[in-house]
């Protein structure tokens, strides 16, 4: 029996770590957020971008921004246009260094009325 093949071999380490990584999560749920924005489903938006919420990376900054719009676009349905600007605000805010994000930016801003 090789030493892969033994507990508290090679193999174990392989089992121990997450699948899908936590980069792919987080790439793959800021493609669906990205999609549920285009079609104006901000609730669904919101949920998919809080479950990687505490996964981190380069892409924190770009999550927490994207939920803020999502916020937004939510508030504006349910009709508290007042809370709906104030999220707004905040995703401008925090996706002003995220220029690729303008045209989902302008779509909220239009669903506003801003």
Request: charged share 25%; glycine share 10%.
């Amino acid at each position: 029996m090789s030493g892969a093949d033994q507990p508290g071999g090679a193999d174990d380490a392989v089992v121990d770590e997450e699948w899908p990584p936590p980069k792919a999560r987080v790439r793959s749920a800021l493609w669906q957020a990205e999609g549920h924005l285009e079609r104006r489903e901000y609730f669904a938006a919101s949920r998919t971008l809080a479950s990687i919420f505490g996964l981190g990376g380069a892409e924190k900054a770009l999550t927490r921004g994207l939920h803020h719009l999502a916020a937004a676009g939510y508030r504006h349905q349910v009709g508290d246009d007042a809370r709906a600007r104030r999220q707004l605000a905040h995703a401008r805010r925090r996706l002003a260094a995220f220029p690729e994000t303008a045209a989902l930016v302008e779509l909220v801003e239009q669903d506003l009325g801003s």
